[in-house]
């Protein structure tokens, strides 16, 4: 089950404004949702996943680029979508073009902290088994090509 949270958006209603038209213009807010992440291969997925979490079977240390990417945006996102849900409500901004800035604004951050992931050396006993080479981040071009976001209706 998907965590709900609500924050105020600040916006301020006087007598001059039609309350249900602000309504129909906030509404679809709550219609939709964005998606930031990776997409790519079963193979791609896999190497993601190994970065994110680690292996404990392989002696892989978790080096997360997702989800400390999405904490890094949180801050920048939360300030966009303040002044955006005001914007909506005065009718100066559509949600659509909303959701887009919260999609680039978060990809921009996990693009971003993806690019400072340093490549610390390889545990040596790690690298006593590792054949190939010996690169940490395998597929890092891929990788970070994957990474994207998408905007798609809630409950999916």
Known sequence: MARARARRAGVQVTGEDNLRELAERLRPLMEKK???GMQGDAELAMIASVHEYGSYKMNIPA???IGTGKKKGQTPIGKLVRAGV???AHG???VDSLF???GEVGLDRMVKNFNRIKEPSLSARYAAHKTG???LLQRDEDL???LTFDVVPKGE
Do not use: L, Y
């Open 133 to 135: 080479p010996r690169k």
């Open 63 to 65: 080096r997360s680029f």
């Open 144 to 146: 970070r090509d994957s």
């Open 100 to 102: 887009a800035e919260i």
């Open 86 to 88: 005001t914007e909506i």
């Open 92 to 94: 100066r901004k559509s």
């Open 34 to 36: 964005v998606r930031i």
